[in-house]
């Protein structure tokens, strides 16, 4: 049997610094130290090239030491453009590749940025940081698969769903969420495929970041969902007190002054909502250092997921007089504003036009009493909206150009009290008498009961249906059921999110010709409830439709359902034709052909005297 002879090697002083060096265990910082001490800004992607310096973006320091915390699995970071969002996840793959390293997986929304990324930002990152570069394999490295001392970090585009659901993970970086596509027949969405490989690792860190787009976007409903939500407060350099960035703050002159724009923003300050002081933006850049993260709702017990919002107010290289500047170019263009609301405020787009509140409805009540006609009425509308244990209903008077105003409105326990409150006599203020012309009923629920109620009272009622998409607002169909009272009684197929569009529209017009008003003393919950939804945005298959939600998903809506129907009504019998009835009745009658006289009578004429 052999003998192993061991032999005692002495080990030169270079090669004991190199062994010492590489058994020594990590240094115990944050992400937020490790990058202030190893990481230098290329001049290729940095405005400001040269070594990573916190104090110039203080408020990402807080973000990316929650790296650290054990407590927190996901970082999500809802932003506008250019305020380090991608820096600070490069910091943490730094961190990472340094201190504990572990698969690492980043998304980027296409495969092309993806490789444009490593090209000229994580490469140039890690060559330029001697602890990195140490670590790297640059022979075994590709574009999309960097290789390094125990582990590996692969780059992959969302539009490449079999690159994001093959090797465990343990890190998951996900950058521009909001530009990722849609789920396919055959593929679950980027994200879920993403999440998927990081299954197996109990101490797995996820961070995603994005401007956003929509509120239905990836960004926008990770916020909302988030354990805790952060936002970013400083100290008011005049007062002291902690307060939030707010848009509606900055101020600038009017038109009056006769500026033009681009000079009325040079002028714009921020005026503080505590103290009214005016804020300089050198005063907010001091002020930032000293800024604090703070908890904007109550957060869960569980505090696994921890989201930070910000907007560009905050960002040490805009000015508030820029931000102003960008608003009035954008204003009165949708697509610009739309940006401008994406990438500067860092809030979904939503169509501010058709937004309605019921403080909205409260202003546009009038001086009539409930159950008063105005004496401009021509037309009365009703709509019933039915329900499981009641109904709700509205009537509408209508006037020349769509001039209408709200009646009476209220709830209803059996079919035989509306049949009671549609055959009342309304009285306008000149005493005249009016009749309900028609109400539509809703036959979506109760269906056989509504459409036996319709053909009872078919001299006033037709039942009527909801649909999407339809190509005008309404149209006439047929009650197509055998055996039904009803059949072959019109049927009104009612496209509500066109005339909820038009009511929010008309709800914004100042009371008098063409508004949509509402009687005196109108109550708040009919208020509230025909201001239940607003119009999002959302997207799906690559395109943006716009459609109506509710805004809160237990809020109830029926009194607007009810005021969709008596506008679909009114439209039947003609509403927007009214003014016209004005033109016949002021043309003054025409004068009565004259008699032409026969050639005997003519020559009579002309010789009268011939006796």
Not at 47 to 52: C, I, K
Not at 322 to 350: C, G, Q, T, V, Y
Not at 390 to 407: F, K, M, V
């Amino acid at each position: 049997m052999k003998k192993f002879v061991f032999r005692k090697y002495k080990l030169k002083a270079y090669q004991r610094d190199a062994l010492r060096d590489y058994l020594k265990p990590p240094e115990e910082i944050t992400v937020s130290e490790w990058a202030e001490q190893h990481r230098i800004l290329d001049g290729r992607s940095s405005a400001m090239p040269g070594p990573w310096r916190n104090n110039v973006t203080p408020y990402l320091t807080d973000i990316m030491d929650e790296f650290n915390n054990y407590e927190t699995e996901e970082i999500v970071f809802c932003k506008p453009t250019q305020v380090g969002g991608t820096e600070a996840m490069q910091n943490m793959l730094g961190w990472i590749i340094a201190q504990d390293p572990g698969p690492t997986l980043i998304v980027y929304p296409t495969d092309t940025l993806a490789e444009s990324t490593s090209d000229n930002r994580l490469q140039p990152m890690i060559l330029a940081a001697p602890d990195l570069a140490g670590k790297y394999d640059d022979h075994g490295s590709s574009k999309l698969e960097l290789q390094f001392d125990g582990m590996y970090a692969s780059l992959a585009g969302s539009n490449s769903p079999s690159n994001l659901a093959s090797k465990p993970i343990r890190y998951l970086f996900m950058d521009e969420v909001d530009k990722y596509p849609n789920a396919s027949k055959k593929e679950a969405d980027p994200i879920s495929l993403s999440r998927e490989r990081t299954k197996t690792f109990q101490n797995r860190k996820i961070y995603q970041c994005s401007t956003p787009t929509l509120r239905t976007g990836a960004i926008w409903k990770a916020k909302e969902s988030a354990d805790v939500e952060k936002h970013y407060f400083i100290p008011c350099p005049h007062c002291g007190q902690y307060i939030e960035l707010k848009f509606s703050q900055i101020k600038w002159p009017g038109k009056e002054d006769g500026l033009s724009a681009a000079d009325r923003a040079e002028f714009a300050v921020y005026v503080c909502q505590e103290c009214a002081c005016v804020v300089s933006d050198a005063e907010k850049n001091l002020a930032l250092q000293s800024g604090q993260w703070r908890a904007v709702r109550e957060p869960a017990a569980n505090k696994k997921v921890v989201a930070f919002w910000l907007n560009t107010l905050y960002s040490p290289f805009v000015r508030f007089s820029e931000i102003a500047k960008e608003f009035m170019r954008s204003k009165d263009d949708p697509e610009l504003l739309h940006n401008f609301s994406n990438s500067w405020l860092a809030e979904p787009w939503e169509d501010s036009k058709l937004k309605t509140n019921s403080d909205l409805v409260l202003e546009r009540q009038t001086d009539i009493e409930a159950y008063i006609l105005p004496d401009w009425t021509k037309l009365l509308t009703g709509g019933v909206d039915v329900q499981e244990n009641c109904l709700y209903w509205t009537i509408r008077a209508w006037g020349d150009y769509l001039t209408s105003q709200n009646i009476a409105h209220g709830q209803a326990y059996s079919f035989a009290e509306i049949v009671k409150v549609m055959n009342l006599e309304f009285k306008k203020v000149n005493g005249d008498g009016v009749f309900v012309n028609l109400a539509l009923v809703d036959s979506g629920d109760q269906t056989d009961e509504v459409y036996e109620f319709c053909a009872i009272n078919s001299e006033w009622a037709l039942p009527c249906k909801g649909v999407s998409n339809g190509l005008s607002h309404y149209r006439l169909s047929s009650v197509n059921k055998p055996g039904s009272k009803a059949f072959g009684m019109n049927l009104v197929l009612v496209d509500g999110g066109k005339y909820k569009d038009m009511i929010a529209s008309r709800m914004r017009k100042p009371n008098g010709k063409g508004a949509w008003m509402v009687h005196k003393d109108c109550d708040q919950d009919y208020a509230e409830q025909v201001t239940a939804e607003h119009k999002v945005t959302e997207r799906a298959g690559g395109r943006e439709t716009q459609s109506w939600k509710l805004k809160t998903s237990h809020a109830a809506n029926h009194y607007l359902d009810a005021e969709v129907y008596s506008m679909a009504a009114a439209d039947i019998l003609g509403v927007r034709n009214l003014f016209l009835q004005n033109i016949v009745d002021e043309e003054p009658a025409p004068e009565p052909p004259a008699k032409q006289s026969t050639p005997e009578e003519n020559w009579i004429k002309q010789n009268e005297n011939w006796i």
